[in-house]
Every structure is written in C-alpha cells, then in structure tokens.
C-alpha cells in the first residue's frame, strides 16, 4: 500500500488543522492506520491509532498519546482509503513532522511521506 499524506501548515497557538492520508492499493479496511510524529531533534512518537474495519467509515478502537488526548481525533474513511486527523487546540509543541502509517501485522510497514504542522506562540 502506498501512503500520501496531507494537510500539514502553519497555525497558531489554539488553531486546528485537519490532516488527511490517502490510501492506495487493496485492502485498505483490514489495515491499522496511525499518526506518528518526529519534532526537531526528537524521536518519532506515535500519536493516534484506529483499527480495521470494513464499515464505510469507521471512529474506533482508537489510541491515542496521552499528550493528545482529547485534543486530537483520528477516523477512517474506508470506502475512500483515507485516515484523517482533527488536531484541535494545537499547542507549539505539536509542531512535528508528521506520518501516517498502515499495518496488517505486528509493525508499521507503510508509511507515508510526512507533512509538517508547525504551530507558533
């Protein structure tokens, strides 16, 4: 599978942004998806999960980072291959490279080109 990710931006402090991956190949609803991140001399962290589903659109079983918590939703789109992810409230350390990643095992295999958010104060 192949991984587009978009969405990233400049906002400031207390914004939101909506980030969007596009899913192409087969299958895409027996996938896990996920958000990582990587912030500037930082490791890459993950920020959100969502499970298979083969439902059109689907919100949950649902992980999310405890620094996102309620800030953040992840959701799926399978009849259009797309994760999403509402970032609201957005705090200056959010600002990261962020990746979305597909897996159908133990690890995230796929993953897509990263698209910055950078929030300012």
């Known amino acids: 599978v192949q991984l587009q990710a978009s969405g990233g931006g400049l906002v400031q402090a207390g914004g939101s942004l909506r980030l969007a991956c596009v899913a192409s190949?087969?299958?895409?609803?027996?996938?896990?998806m996920a958000w990582f991140r990587q912030a500037p001399g930082k490791e890459r962290e993950l920020v959100a999960t969502?499970?298979?589903?083969?439902?059109?659109?689907?919100?949950?079983?649902?992980y999310y980072a405890d620094s996102v918590k309620g800030r953040f939703t992840i959701s799926r789109d399978n009849a259009k291959n797309t994760v999403s992810l509402q970032m609201n409230s957005l705090k200056p350390e959010d600002t990261a490279v962020y990746y979305c990643?597909?897996?159908?095992?133990?690890?995230?295999?796929?993953w897509g080109q990263g698209t910055l958010v950078t929030v300012s104060s």
């Open positions: 969502i499970g298979q589903n083969s439902g059109s659109t689907y919100y949950g079983p649902t």
């Open positions: 990643a597909a897996r159908s095992s133990i690890t995230f295999d796929y």
């Open positions: 190949g087969r299958a895409f609803s027996l996938y896990v």
